[in-house]
C-alpha cells in the first residue's frame, strides 16, 4: 500500500488493523465515564423546604429539651436555699411547715439573731480563721511546688511519691498524733491548731501547682538567672505571678473547707466560751441550746437565719473569684 504522507511514519488512519487492536484495550479499560455506556453518578439531591424545616424542628427541640433539663437541675439544687430563706422569716411555730412563702412573714428575726447569738463573733472567728489558713496553704504550697517543678536533686521523685502518698491516708488516721502534738505545744482552746497545720502546705495543692509549673518554658527561668535573679526571685517575680489563676483556686478551696470545718473546731476549740466558736460549731451549739430536750424553746428561726448570714461570703468569694476560677480550669486542662 502506497503511503498517503511520503516521508512521515505511518499513522493509525493509514494502518488498518490499529483500530482492531485499540479494541480489545478499550474492552479492557471499560467505558469512559459520563459516556451512554456509564453515566457519571447522580448528585446528591439538594434539601428542600420540607427537609429545612424538619431539620430546624429538631434543632429547636434540642434546645427546648435542653433548657428544660437545665431549668429542672437549677430549681432541685436551689430548693433548699429557698427552703432556708423561707424559714428564716417564718415564726418559731411555722419554721417546718415545708411552705415557701410564710404565711406570716417575720422580718424581725434578723434582728433578734444578734441579741440572741454571738453570730458577729462566730463570723469574725471564721473569717480570721479562713483567710490565715487559706493565705498560707496558698503562699506555702505554690513555693514546694515550684521547688519540686524547676529544681532537680537526687531523690526528687521518691519524695514526690512519698508527698503524693500521704493523701491516701484517711484524716482519722492522724487525728490523735495531731492532737497530741498540740496538746504538747499547748494551744488548745486557740485558732493556732485550724491554721498552723497549713505552714507545711497540702499535698494536692502541692501537686496542683506543680502541674502549672511544669507547663511554663524552662529558658524564661534560666533566662532570667542569666540576669542575676536569685531562686527566690524566679518564684516570687516570675513563677506565682503567671501561676496566679491556679493560687486563686487553691485559696477558694481552701477558704471554703476553712469556712466549713467541723471536726477541727469541735476538738480543738469545744471548751470555753462560746463567744470563741466557729460558724459551725456556733450553728451545732444553738440547735442543742434551743433543742426542747436541753430546756429549750424551739427558737429554730434563729438558727435559720444564722445558717443564711454564713453563706453570704463564700457567695461573695465566689462571686469575684468566679473568672479566676474558670480560667484556671481550663487552663489546667489544656495543659494536663
Same mark, same amino acid.
Given at each position: 500500500?502506497?503511503?498517503a504522507?511520503?516521508?512521515?511514519?505511518?499513522?493509525?488512519?493509514d494502518?488498518p488493523?490499529?483500530?482492531?487492536?485499540a479494541a480489545p484495550?478499550?474492552?479492557?479499560?471499560?467505558?469512559?465515564?459520563g459516556?451512554?455506556d456509564?453515566?457519571?453518578?447522580?448528585?446528591?439531591?439538594?434539601?428542600?423546604?420540607?427537609?429545612?424545616?424538619?431539620?430546624?424542628t429538631l434543632r429547636r427541640?434540642?434546645q427546648?429539651l435542653?433548657w428544660?433539663?437545665?431549668?429542672g437541675?437549677?430549681?432541685?439544687?436551689?430548693?433548699p436555699?429557698?427552703?432556708?430563706?423561707?424559714?428564716s422569716?417564718?415564726p418559731?411555730?411555722?419554721v417546718?411547715?415545708?411552705?415557701?412563702?410564710?404565711?406570716?412573714?417575720?422580718?424581725?428575726?434578723?434582728a433578734?439573731?444578734?441579741?440572741?447569738?454571738?453570730?458577729?463573733s462566730?463570723?469574725?472567728?471564721s473569717?480570721?480563721?479562713?483567710l490565715a489558713?487559706?493565705t498560707?496553704?496558698?503562699?506555702?504550697?505554690?513555693?514546694i511546688?515550684f521547688?519540686?517543678?524547676?529544681?532537680r536533686?537526687p531523690?526528687?521523685?521518691?519524695?514526690f511519691?512519698?508527698?503524693?502518698g500521704?493523701?491516701?491516708?484517711?484524716g482519722a488516721?492522724?487525728l490523735?498524733?495531731?492532737?497530741l502534738?498540740?496538746?504538747?505545744l499547748?494551744?488548745?482552746?486557740t485558732t493556732v491548731?485550724?491554721?498552723g497545720? @497549713?505552714?507545711? /502546705?497540702?499535698?494536692? $495543692?502541692? #501537686?496542683l *501547682?506543680?502541674?502549672?509549673y &511544669?507547663?511554663?518554658?524552662?529558658?524564661?527561668?534560666e533566662?532570667?538567672?542569666?540576669?542575676?535573679?536569685?531562686?527566690?526571685g524566679?518564684?516570687r517575680?516570675?513563677?506565682f505571678?503567671?501561676?496566679?489563676p491556679?493560687a486563686?483556686?487553691?485559696?477558694?478551696?481552701?477558704?471554703q473547707?476553712?469556712?466549713?470545718?467541723?471536726?477541727?473546731?469541735?476538738i480543738y476549740?469545744?471548751?470555753?466560751?462560746?463567744?470563741g466558736y466557729?460558724?459551725?460549731?456556733?450553728?451545732?451549739y444553738?440547735?442543742?441550746?434551743?433543742?426542747? @430536750?436541753?430546756g /429549750?424553746h424551739?427558737? $429554730?428561726? #434563729?438558727? *435559720?437565719?444564722?445558717?443564711? &448570714?454564713v453563706t453570704?461570703?463564700?457567695?461573695?468569694?465566689?462571686?469575684?473569684?468566679?473568672?479566676?476560677?474558670?480560667?484556671?480550669?481550663?487552663?489546667?486542662?489544656?495543659?494536663?
Amino acid at each position: 500500500m502506497t503511503n498517503a504522507n511520503p516521508g512521515l511514519e505511518p499513522t493509525a488512519a493509514d494502518d488498518p488493523s490499529s483500530s482492531a487492536a485499540a479494541a480489545p484495550l478499550v474492552a479492557a479499560r471499560g467505558p469512559v465515564p459520563g459516556t451512554p455506556d456509564r453515566p457519571a453518578a447522580p448528585r446528591p439531591p439538594v434539601p428542600g423546604p420540607v427537609a429545612d424545616r424538619r431539620s430546624r424542628t429538631l434543632r429547636r427541640l434540642g434546645q427546648t429539651l435542653r433548657w428544660v433539663l437545665l431549668t429542672g437541675f437549677a430549681l432541685a439544687f436551689m430548693y433548699p436555699f429557698a427552703w432556708l430563706l423561707a424559714a428564716s422569716l417564718k415564726p418559731r411555730g411555722e419554721v417546718f411547715d415545708n411552705r415557701l412563702i410564710p404565711l406570716t412573714p417575720t422580718p424581725q428575726n434578723y434582728a433578734d439573731v444578734w441579741n440572741q447569738l454571738p453570730l458577729l463573733s462566730w463570723v469574725f472567728n471564721s473569717v480570721f480563721i479562713a483567710l490565715a489558713a487559706a493565705t498560707i496553704v496558698t503562699l506555702t504550697s505554690s513555693a514546694i511546688a515550684f521547688g519540686f517543678a524547676y529544681f532537680r536533686f537526687p531523690g526528687k521523685n521518691v519524695l514526690f511519691s512519698v508527698l503524693l502518698g500521704t493523701m491516701m491516708l484517711p484524716g482519722a488516721v492522724t487525728l490523735i498524733p495531731n492532737y497530741l502534738i498540740w496538746k504538747t505545744l499547748g494551744w488548745l482552746g486557740t485558732t493556732v491548731p485550724l491554721w498552723g497545720g @497549713t505552714l507545711f /502546705g497540702s499535698a494536692f $495543692y502541692i #501537686f496542683l *501547682m506543680r502541674q502549672f509549673y &511544669l507547663s511554663l518554658p524552662r529558658d524564661l527561668f534560666e533566662a532570667a538567672r542569666i540576669d542575676g535573679c536569685s531562686f527566690f526571685g524566679l518564684f516570687r517575680r516570675i513563677a506565682f505571678p503567671l501561676a496566679l489563676p491556679s493560687a486563686i483556686i487553691v485559696f477558694i478551696f481552701e477558704f471554703q473547707a476553712s469556712w466549713n470545718n467541723f471536726a477541727g473546731p469541735l476538738i480543738y476549740l469545744n471548751f470555753g466560751d462560746p463567744h470563741g466558736y466557729t460558724v459551725p460549731l456556733g450553728i451545732a451549739y444553738a440547735m442543742t441550746m434551743y433543742s426542747p @430536750t436541753a430546756g /429549750g424553746h424551739g427558737d $429554730y428561726q #434563729f438558727v *435559720m437565719v444564722a445558717s443564711l &448570714l454564713v453563706t453570704l461570703p463564700m457567695m461573695v468569694i465566689f462571686a469575684f473569684g468566679q473568672r479566676y476560677f474558670i480560667e484556671g480550669i481550663a487552663a489546667g486542662s489544656l495543659k494536663g
